[in-house]
């Protein structure tokens, strides 16, 4: 796993190999099982995680019906940012969808690295930044969109979600029911096979 761990770190293209070693030496790995919640609402968000095999999904529980508002696959940062930096209650919950490696940090954890590797800050701000400009746009068109348009969009975004994802959870993500999934679906993929 630290192979896929350093193949990650590589992704940043802004830190050296002596860099990604150190990073890759004081980084804990852990393996979750499908079903385990990393973060519940109520909770206080004290760990960050970054996927390195598998998939975490963000939900939320309105009027007892699940909601899903995001899902984490490799090489995708997932933590609880407002829970995390404010010391606040989760509105939240985290919860693995498959067996999944993830990275586990802690505040005090990042703080060692970055003293070591004192432009480590600069080079996680400019992650942070690119990641909420993606969710801002994400949300932009997820707002300005049709189901169907949301979904031929996350087929391209991220075209094996759909078959590692239950098919209920995509249809919370999407907004629809599982029956309007099923016949957007089928829309979607018969106007594929007359092209």
Same mark, same amino acid.
């Given at each position: 796993m630290k192979d896929a761990l350093i193949q990650f770190l590589q992704g940043f293209e802004l830190l050296t190999a002596e860099e990604i070693d150190i990073i890759a030496d004081h980084t804990q790995l852990k393996t979750f099982k499908k079903g385990a919640i990393l973060l519940e609402e109520g909770e206080v968000s004290k760990k960050c995680y970054s996927v390195i095999q598998g998939c975490v999904r963000e939900y939320y529980i309105i009027d007892g019906i699940e909601k899903t508002t995001a899902f984490y696959t490799e090489g995708q940062p997932v933590n609880s @940012?407002? !829970? @995390?930096? &404010? +010391?606040?209650?989760?509105?939240?919950? =985290? +919860?693995?969808?498959?067996? !999944?490696? #993830?990275?586990?940090? /802690?505040? $005090? #954890?990042?703080? +060692?690295?970055?003293? %070591?590797?004192? %432009?480590?800050e600069?080079?996680? %701000? $400019? +992650?942070?930044?690119? &990641?909420?400009? =993606?969710?801002? /746009?994400? #949300?932009?068109?997820?707002?300005? !969109?049709t189901p169907e348009q949301r979904f031929t969009k996350l087929l391209e975004e991220q075209p094996g979600l759909v078959g590692r994802v239950p098919q209920h959870q995509i249809a919370s993500y999407l907004g629809v029911t599982p029956e309007s999934l099923s016949r957007i679906k089928k829309r979607v993929f018969s106007k594929e096979r007359t092209f």
């Open positions: @940012f407002t !829970s @995390f930096i &404010n +010391e606040t209650a989760s509105k939240h919950y =985290l +919860e693995c969808v498959e067996d !999944s490696t #993830l990275t586990v940090s /802690d505040q $005090q #954890l990042e703080q +060692e690295i970055c003293q %070591r590797i004192p %432009r480590l600069q080079v996680i %701000r $400019q +992650e942070v930044e690119r &990641n909420t400009g =993606l969710l801002q /746009d994400q #949300l932009a068109a997820y707002i300005t !969109s």
